[in-house]
Structure formats: C-alpha cells, structure tokens
C-alpha cells in the first residue's frame, strides 16, 4: 500500500524548484517594496526612540565595538554577508537527507515565515541605524572594511549590485529570524551536544551581528523572532492548504476507472450465466482429479 503523501519523502527536484521560486519572490518583493526614504528614516528614528526609552538600545556600544577593533568588526561583516546565505540551506539539506520525517513541515515554517518578513518590509520601510545621519552615532562597518570582502561600501551585496537591493528592508531581520530556525532545526533534530549547542550559539552569535554592524536595531531582531513565531503557528494550515490543493490536482489527474463486465451483477435462483459453471460440476471434477 503507498504512503499517504504527508509521509512520502518529497523529490529533490520539485523542492528545490519550490524554493527557488520562493525565494525568487521574496527578492523580487523586497525590491518592489521600496518606501519613501524619509518615511523609512522616520521609522528608524522611531524604533531608536522607542529603545532608548526602554533602555535596549545595544547597537551604540556593539557598534562602536566593531568600529575600533577590525579583529571583530571584519569577521563579523564576512559572517553577516555569508552565513544567512549557506547555512540556512546547509540546514534545509541536512533535514532533507538526515531527517525527511520533519522537512516538509520546517521548509513550510520557513517560507510561511519568509513571506511574512516580505509583508512586514511592505508596510514599514525601515532605515538601518548604518544609513541614518551620521550624528545619530553610527558607523557603517560594512563600508568601513569593504576593501577586505566582496561586498560594496553600499550594501552587503556585491560591489556594484548594491542598486540590486533594498537598503531600507531591515523591519523585521530575517538575518536573526532564518537564524533562529536553523538554531531550532538543529536543537531539535540534533544528536550531538556540539550540534545542539551551535543551535543556541548561531541565532544569538547572528543577533549580536546585525547590531554590530548597524544594519538591524535590537527591535528588528525580536521582530525576526516574532516572525517566525506567527510563521511556526500557521505552518500547520499552509501544509493542510497545500495538501488540499495538491490532492485536487491528483484525483483530476487519476484516470477513469472501467467497471468489471458482471462485476456485482446476481442472477436469480436457476439461472446461469453462459459457460458459468455449477458448484456441483466443480465438485464433481474435483472428486475426479482426486481420484486419478
């Protein structure tokens, strides 16, 4: 009997499509929603308001940190132009290959939560603190030790390709939210301490980053991690959604199947089908074969 679809090992080719198309969309998106740059500097302005006020506001210290001391400030701008790039893959693989059972369900968490980050990017453009004046007390670390990496003084892309990317998505950080799914994936489904404890490190290692560096205040990374709470909730409907569709699509596609000429058809007491035989001539050839 075939396995119900929910428990079929997904092929890697469909599901490396699936993914390029989603991220294709979120890259796409990001560029698309490109805000009013002064409404974005506003926004920023606010979010650091709102942290004074609170006393969070980490990111003056952190990036002053990064600023004087390049043993830290450059190994932090090759992680943050990096890692959200290979190791949330590496770790998409890792559960394709090693744990297939939970996949479908954390790929889905992932681009439920994705495309939410993309809606909160549409509705509140933000300016990084490394983009606000440069009496707000920030340094753009990126910029700073650009002549050590691949990437431009304008953005973590690569040089010349800055253009290619929002600057003024940075509410909410999908640099800590992808983080913070790796570090659960790996928590969770890990066998190893080393493995569980690179869970823990990896979010709050990429949190300290994205502040160390000015490209996130402290609030677009709980924002991140808000995100991929929402996301963890209705993943379980998305896959139900998708189960639906995808079920549709397979009866359409499933051929007719013919009746059995006969197939449930009685016949009254007496009557014989043509060539159909009694259980008393069956018996009879029966007894026969025995007796030869």
Wanted: hydrophobic letters at 45%; a positive charge; one cysteine or more.
């Amino acid at each position: 009997m075939p396995l119900p679809a929910q428990h079929q090992r997904p092929r890697w080719w469909t599901e490396l499509m699936l993914i390029a198309v989603v991220y294709a969309a979120y890259s796409a998106g990001r560029l698309l929603a490109r805000g009013d740059v002064s409404t974005a500097v506003d926004h920023g302005l606010a979010i650091l308001r709102v942290e004074k006020a609170l006393l969070v506001d980490a990111e003056h210290p952190l990036n002053r940190l990064f600023t004087d001391t390049p043993a830290i400030g450059i190994p932090a701008d090759f992680a943050y132009a990096t890692l959200h790039y290979l190791v949330t893959p590496a770790v998409l693989v890792w559960l394709f290959r090693r744990r297939p059972a939970h996949y479908r369900a954390a790929r889905t968490w992932l681009m439920v939560s994705t495309l939410l980050g993309l809606a909160g990017f549409t509705l509140m453009p933000t300016c990084p603190p490394r983009l606000l004046d440069a009496a707000h007390g920030f340094v753009d670390t990126m910029a700073q030790y650009s002549a050590y990496g691949w990437w431009g003084g304008e953005a973590s892309a690569p040089r010349g390709l800055g253009g290619m990317t929002n600057q003024y998505a940075a509410m909410p950080s999908l640099h800590v939210g992808w983080a913070l799914w790796c570090g659960v994936m790996l928590w969770r489904h890990g066998r190893t301490p080393l493995v569980k404890a690179l869970g823990v490190a990896y979010p709050l290692l990429t949190t300290v980053v994205v502040m160390g560096t000015a490209n996130h205040y402290f609030l677009d990374a709980v924002a991140g991690a808000a995100v991929m709470g929402v996301g963890a909730l209705l993943g379980p409907y998305a896959m139900r959604l998708a189960g639906r569709v995808t079920g549709r699509f397979a009866h359409r596609a499933t051929p007719a199947v013919l009746p059995v000429v006969g197939g449930g058809c009685e016949t009254s007491a007496g009557e014989r089908i043509p060539g159909q035989r009694t259980s008393s001539e069956g018996a009879d050839d029966s007894t026969q074969a025995a007796a030869r």
